[in-house]
């Protein structure tokens, strides 16, 4: 997030794409909700389902999975057409206006209206009044805007937009995704990604790898060579070029698309090592695995989804010989000739602030009294709430000219029905944590496909009813969850059940800049299953 | 900012202008009774137990009251003693208050201040009404409202921190009693089990399934951790009894969430201590995992690594690194890969 939680009641308006704020981020969910509900602030929510949030919003846009660029160049279109924008803001502050105007020119309220599948376009007009009469203005977003092939296109607009209406750079606006695991913003700032060293320092660049070299001194030099990414390292062992594959508290097999791949890829390494707490349907394909520490075993930091860094104690103790997984990773390095000496997790945190900037002035006895977020340069500096202040991290703020492009694989008579996936209130990701937990696992304790109920009557399905979902890479069996909430044509099934993965039938088109993968819109077909 | 000064009890003490008393007194720590009262909800003023007297005259409830420049507070003397005393009795005789069957029992507002007055046993002159007990339809929380005293917190956790309205009271006088939504039965109603009116509530009237028979609230451990789901990093203070098993979760209010939790967050810990953790570290041989020790794994997995490295190059090795360790494991997950196997062929979930 460019800006805080905190500043959710500063926010005069809320703009929530792509994300199921209440299910998937309760939290902050209800923070946005006590501002729309008892203070009046407005709220626009676009979503192909009528989520919880669609009921409080002043407007709700019911767009088609995979259509997030066109609606928000829709927005803009009109906010310029009606000079509703920050013109001075724009002009001082950003460059590439003048292109991303031209480009948006055709996305009238009709235009947008017809790609999105919305009846209405006098909807769009009145949202994009709601969203550029009220400052400051919050964009919030999740995996429905990333989650496509053109994810990072959709990123793009979500800044776009901001920047066009100066909502970036000041308290209560900003572009805010909310980050769908505990660290995954943490994970990122500390380089564990195939292209960037700690804080997104580049690892083609010379001076980053002469710097990590000293650090590290390792026995060669670093390679300079972007590495691969998880789905091209899967295609990479298909191919014969992968070899080995270190797993660790991953579980692919389930959470990345196309199952059928991703097994023929593990079967296909000749060596796997999974590092886990629980024996995973990844686990199954190791050649080694190792038992590590559960969250509450552990001490350490994390990073939320607005860069605050916070301290986890080690609350119970590891059950038999597992062991922390720190202390792992440091064995099987010390045994392939490294020299590390850590004993404890903040060993390695005081390493890590000496080759990260953005995390330089953060220490474990300022976290157990402070509340800091990155960027925090030294010990003197407080952390920095809001990004982009005064101006932009790169200079000027990059306004990109984007045309909406249609997702991989559209519908047809053979596979009439868009299908989406995502998270439910109850569950977590694979599974692997949630249903093993007694009372997530009793409320929800099994997979479904939810469905329109213009759709239902349509395959003579009613709810409760035993449906098979099919698309050209697999088939599952569920029960059909018959509901206002998904748009009509469009079926939702929620990823975390073993027995009915939703990635047995997901693509693996992937976005050509970041690699995500389009789990977000394929095409499927129903049937009613006759028993 | 405007500053007021007022005396507490004779000792003079600073104050923002539209500060309460009772904020006053407990930023001084001054220590004033209260039940209906909590920071994140409105204020209330439903028990009276806060009851303070100002400038030598009038009673007023700390908790609403807003205090004023020169003002002078006296928070205990005999009338109020037998007020607060009064006014617990009454509670104490409404209910059906058995702290031996109480999950609250040793962590009960009620009880402590019962004890605190001194506070005799009830004399069974008024009349008591039987509520409901519904401990059963919510697979997450359990009510029993003869322990209620009707100070409306959950009422006002449910609509104005998870902004759901689940609770009400309805009936009135002697009759009044929670409602969750029109229905008698939690399991019936719209509730989402993020459990903050449970957290809130300052008897045993709702509790937690988790709780009961786990261990008594003075035998329990706590220690903050932050929450392993989604990226709000909620912060939780987890509970442990005496044989190191995890209780309940309750939110932090010095995390990002400010006490506030999710269904998730709440009950979402059992995986934990589930019997499906792995214990010993496992080697497959002829198709079949078998334990081994940690020599054997790690020598094996650190040969083996180096064979296919030597062989085939260090980018025909991948490591997933995950979303859900820390910051260290990641870094170093990073670090083995670039500085020991020599590899940028590093990733996780971020994407998925």
Request: with cysteine.
């Amino acid at each position: 997030m460019t800006n805080s939680i905190r500043e959710i009641p500063v926010s005069e308006a809320f703009l929530i794409i792509g994300s199921n704020t209440t299910e998937n981020h309760p939290v902050i969910g209800s923070m946005i909700k006590k501002e729309v509900i008892t203070r009046g602030k407005k709220l626009v929510v676009i979503d192909p389902r009528r989520i919880e949030m669609a009921k409080y919003a002043d407007v709700f846009l019911q767009i088609k999975p995979g259509t997030n660029i066109a609606i928000l160049n829709g927005l803009a279109h009109v906010a310029i057409k009606e000079n509703l924008y920050a013109g001075d803001y724009v002009a001082s502050r950003c460059e590439g206006f003048d292109e991303f105007k031209k480009v948006v020119e055709k996305y009238t309220p009709e235009f947008v209206a017809d790609i999105c599948g919305i009846d209405d376009p006098s909807l769009i007009v009145k949202a994009a009044r709601i969203l550029a009469g009220a400052k400051p203005m919050a964009l919030y977003y999740c995996m429905g805007v990333t989650q496509f092939k053109s994810g990072v296109n959709g990123v793009k607009s979500c800044a776009n937009l901001q920047m066009l209406l100066g909502n970036i750079g000041v308290a209560g606006g900003g572009v805010n995704p909310l980050r769908g695991q505990n660290n995954v913003q943490g994970a990122c700032d500390m380089g564990a990604l195939n292209a960037v060293y700690p804080a997104y320092q580049p690892v083609g660049n010379e001076e980053m790898r002469d710097k990590f070299k000293a650090a590290w001194k390792p026995a060669f030099d670093l390679s300079m060579k972007p590495g691969l990414t998880i789905v091209e390292s899967l295609n990479g062992a298909i191919a014969g070029d992968v070899k080995a594959l270190y797993v660790f508290g991953e579980n692919p097999v389930m959470s990345d698309p196309n199952q059928h791949h991703v097994i023929e890829a593990l079967e296909k390494l000749d060596f796997v090592v999974v590092q886990d707490i629980v024996m995973s349907e990844t686990a199954q394909y190791a050649d080694v695995v190792l038992p590590g520490a559960a969250f509450l075993e552990k001490e350490g930091t994390v990073s939320n989804t607005e860069r605050r860094v916070q301290l986890m104690h080690r609350v119970v103790d590891f059950p038999g010989e597992a062991k922390d997984d720190w202390w792992i990773i440091t064995q099987i390095a010390n045994r392939m000739g490294a020299s590390w000496e850590y004993t404890c997790a903040k060993d390695i945190f005081e390493e890590v602030r000496t080759v990260t900037p953005s995390y330089a002035g953060i220490t474990y006895d300022r976290l157990e009294k402070e509340l800091i977020q990155w960027p925090c340069p030294n010990e003197q500096h407080p952390g920095t709430q809001f990004l982009h202040k005064d101006k932009f991290s790169r200079g000027l703020g990059l306004m990109t000219a984007i045309e909406y492009t249609p997702p991989a694989e559209e519908v047809d008579p053979e596979y009439p029905v868009i299908l989406t996936t995502g998270r439910i209130l109850e569950h977590f990701h694979t599974g692997t944590m949630s249903r093993n937990s007694r009372v997530l696992h009793e409320t929800v304790s099994e997979g479904f496909v939810e469905l329109n109920q213009n759709d239902a009557s349509n395959y003579n399905v009613e709810d409760g009813d035993l449906v098979a979902v099919s698309t050209r890479r697999g088939s599952v069996r569920l029960k059909a969850k018959v509901t206002a909430r998904p748009k009509p044509n469009v079926a939702f099934i929620p990823f975390h059940f073993v027995e009915a993965a939703a990635n047995k039938l997901t693509i693996d088109a992937l976005d050509p800049t970041c690699k995500i993968p389009e789990f977000k819109v394929c095409a499927c077909k129903i049937e009613k299953v006759h028993m | 900012m405007d500053q007021i000064q007022l005396t507490i009890d004779g000792v003079p003490v600073k104050g923002r202008k539209g500060q309460t008393i009772l904020e006053i007194a407990r930023d001084n720590k001054v220590d004033i009774p209260t039940l209906c009262y909590h920071p994140r909800i409105s204020k209330t003023g439903a028990c009276r137990l806060c009851l303070v007297r100002v400038n030598d005259a009038a009673l007023k409830t700390s908790c609403t009251e807003p205090a004023t420049e020169g003002m002078k507070v006296v928070t205990d003397d005999e009338e109020i003693t037998n007020l607060r005393r009064g006014l617990l009795e009454m509670l104490l005789a409404e209910g059906c208050h058995n702290c031996l069957y109480c999950e609250a029992n040793g962590d009960c507002k009620l009880q402590k201040l019962c004890h605190r007055y001194n506070v005799p046993e009830p004399s069974g002159e008024f009349p008591r009404h039987e509520r409901v007990v519904d401990t059963v339809s919510s697979k997450g929380l359990r009510r029993n409202e003869n322990r209620c005293i009707l100070c409306g917190r959950c009422v006002k956790a449910c609509s104005e921190i998870q902004m759901l309205g689940v609770w009400n009271f309805t009936g009135r006088g002697s009759n009044a009693n929670l409602t969750s939504d029109m229905y008698d039965r939690i399991g019936d109603s719209s509730c989402v089990m993020c459990g903050t009116c449970v957290q809130l509530c300052p008897t045993g009237a709702l509790s937690f399934q988790t709780v009961l028979g786990r261990g008594q609230a003075w035998e329990l451990k706590k220690e903050s951790s932050i929450c392993i789901y989604c990226g709000v990093g909620c912060k939780i203070d987890f509970y442990t009894n005496k044989e190191g098993l995890l209780v309940k979760a309750l939110g932090n209010e010095d995390g990002p969430n400010e006490g506030h939790l999710c269904v998730k967050g709440r009950f979402g810990f059992d995986f934990v201590q589930s019997d499906k953790r792995l214990t010993k570290p496992l080697v497959k041989k002829n198709g079949k995992f078998e334990e081994t020790s940690w020599d054997e794994a790690l020598d094996l997995v650190s040969s083996r690594f180096s064979d296919i490295r030597k062989k085939s190059g260090p980018d025909s090795i991948m490591a997933f690194s995950s979303a859900k360790c820390t910051n260290e494991e990641n870094y170093l997950m990073q670090k083995f890969m670039r500085a020991v196997i020599g590899t940028n062929n590093v990733d996780h979930c971020a994407r998925l």
